[in-house]
């Protein structure tokens, strides 16, 4: 079993950062990757950024390319999503997930307001 628990949301003007944090914990030894995601209002969920925990290759939506920078913190089992020059269209539900032994984790996830 693993958890995960986002935190870091909230009302941002566009063209401000943020920054997502997702703490993982459990059976963290057999996670092989952990990524974000988010889901607009009336949208699908989407995948945001992915990155795997053994040898940290990442990859990310051709929307959030030179934007979001998805990185991690072995020691602390925590996945963070650094988010610039944010725009209007990136507000949704921002969702950690975790992937391990075939079994997929999502935490309840944070609020992201970009908005004059």
């Known amino acids: 079993q693993v958890q995960v628990v986002e935190s870091g949301g909230g009302l941002v003007q566009p063209g401000g950062s943020l920054r997502l944090s997702c703490a993982a914990s459990g059976s963290i030894f057999s996670i092989t990757t952990m990524g974000w995601y988010r889901q607009a209002p009336g949208k699908q969920r989407e995948l945001v950024a992915v990155?795997?925990?053994?040898?940290?290759?990442?990859n990310y939506a051709d929307s959030v390319k030179g934007r979001f920078t998805i990185s991690r913190d072995n020691a602390k089992n925590t996945v963070y999503l650094q988010m610039n020059s944010l725009k209007p269209e990136d507000t949704a539900v921002y969702y950690c997930n975790s992937v391990a032994l075939g079994r997929i984790y999502w935490g309840q996830g944070t609020q992201v307001t970009v908005s004059s």
């Open positions: 990155i795997f925990t053994s040898g940290g290759s990442t």
